[in-house]
Nanobody, 118 residues
Framework: QVQLVESGGGLVQPGGSLRLSCAASGFTFASSIMSWHRQAPGKERELVANINSATIPKYADSVKGRFTISRDNAKNAVYLQMNDLKPEDTAIYFC????????????WGQGTQVTVSS
């Protein structure tokens, strides 16, 4: 049974910080590419950041320098540290895993709401 469970979302003021967590189970986490995506109301879902098995991170230009993605393979967890949050960061944030085996298997979490407002 595959599960990706996000937590850590909430309401913060502009300039504030949040740390999102994603607890994964049921697939080969250590060799999977993990990523965070977000979707604002009325907009397309977009890639925020990803991290591969060698822990090489990549970021969307809109969050580069403010967000940090990391992973802990011993805990089967991936994190997104979000600093200097802006109102345009408001969205539902989703955790995704891409497992490479017989083809690519993609797994999505349920999402956690992040709202940045004064």
């Amino acid at each position: 049974q595959v599960q990706l469970v996000e937590s850590g979302g909430g309401l913060v003021q502009p300039g504030g910080s949040l740390r999102l967590s994603c607890a994964a189970s049921g697939f080969t986490f250590a060799s999977s590419i993990m990523s965070w995506h977000r979707q604002a109301p009325g907009k397309e879902r977009e890639l925020v950041a990803n991290i591969n098995s060698a822990t090489i991170p990549k970021y969307a230009d809109s969050v580069k320098g403010r967000f940090t993605i990391s992973r802990d393979n011993a805990k089967n967890a991936v994190y997104l540290q979000m600093n200097d949050l802006k109102p345009e960061d408001t969205a539902i944030y989703f955790c995704k895993g891409d497992e490479y085996g017989m083809g690519i298997h993609t797994f999505w979490g349920q999402g956690t709401q992040v709202t940045v407002s004064s």
